[in-house]
C-alpha cells in the first residue's frame, strides 16, 4: 500500500528537549516536504527536498533542520523546541519528475505539544 | 508571507446543494491543486489544474482557474454529509524559480443531512 508514516503520531516534551520526528514514504518519490498546520492559519511549509541530499528551507524554517540521506526518509529535527512550535506537523511526498502527477501524499500527522 | 486565501472560511450547506469555495493567491504559478482534510487528519488529494488550463472535471468536482486574476475555484455538486471537511488550495512556485508550496488558509465545508 503506497503510504508515508510518521512517528511519533503524538508528543509531549519540554522546552530545550532535542526531538526528531521521522518521515518514510514506499512510493520512491523525489520531492518531500514537511508543513505545520495551525488554526487559521492553514498549512505552512518549514522545509522541502526535491532528492537525496538536495534541501530547502519554506517559509517558515526557523527553528528546524532536516535531512534527506536516503530517498525514502526525510526527518525533521528541532534542536532546542519552544512553545511556539506547538503544532500539527505533517509530512508529505509527491513525484516531480517530467509526466509525474505532483499530486502530494500526506502521512497521517504529528501533534506536538511543547511545555 | 505568500500565503494564499480561501473563501469563505466556512460554508453550511443542506445535503443535495452545490457548494463553492474561491482561492485567491500571489505569485505565477505552474499548477494549482486542491485537497481536503477530515478533522485534524492527513489532506487528501482532489484535484490538480494547470496554469494553461482554465477548467477541469472530475466526478462531481469541478475547478476554474483564472491566471489574470489570480483566482481559482472548486465547485462540488449534489453535495453529500460525507463531503463535510476542510477544503484547502495549494500553489507551486516554480514559475517564481523555487519549489516551495504555498497553501490557502482553508475553508470548513458543513453538509447538513
Known amino acids: 500500500e503506497a503510504q508515508v508514516t510518521q512517528n511519533p503520531r503524538y508528543l509531549i516534551t519540554v522546552t530545550g528537549k532535542k526531538l526528531t520526528v521521522t518521515c518514510s514514504q514506499n512510493m520512491n518519490h523525489e520531492y518531500m516536504s514537511w508543513y505545520r498546520q495551525d488554526p487559521g492559519l492553514g498549512l505552512r511549509q518549514i522545509y522541502y527536498s526535491m532528492n537525496v541530499e538536495v534541501t530547502d528551507k519554506g517559509d517558515v524554517p526557523e527553528g528546524y533542520k532536516v535531512s534527506r540521506k536516503e530517498k525514502r526518509n526525510f526527518p525533521l529535527i528541532l534542536e532546542s523546541p519552544s512553545p511556539n512550535q506547538t503544532s500539527l506537523y505533517f509530512c508529505a511526498s509527491s513525484s516531480h519528475l517530467a509526466g509525474g502527477s505532483y499530486e502530494q501524499y500526506f502521512g497521517p500527522g504529528t501533534r506536538l505539544t511543547v511545555t | 508571507s505568500q500565503q494564499g486565501e480561501e473563501d469563505p472560511q466556512a460554508l453550511s450547506i443542506q445535503e443535495g446543494e452545490n457548494a463553492t469555495m474561491n482561492c485567491s493567491y500571489k505569485t505565477s504559478i505552474n499548477n494549482l491543486q486542491w485537497y481536503r482534510q477530515n478533522s485534524g487528519r492527513g489532506l487528501v488529494h482532489l484535484i490538480l489544474i494547470r496554469s494553461n488550463e482554465r477548467e477541469k472535471h472530475s466526478g462531481r468536482l469541478r475547478v476554474t482557474l483564472d491566471t489574470s486574476k489570480k483566482s481559482s475555484s472548486l465547485l462540488i455538486t449534489a453535495s453529500r454529509a460525507a463531503d463535510t471537511a476542510s477544503y484547502f488550495c495549494?500553489?507551486?512556485?516554480?514559475?517564481?524559480?523555487?519549489?516551495?508550496?504555498?497553501f490557502g488558509t482553508g475553508t470548513r465545508l458543513k453538509v447538513l443531512a
Open positions: 495549494a500553489t507551486d512556485a516554480r514559475a517564481s524559480g523555487t519549489y516551495k508550496y504555498i
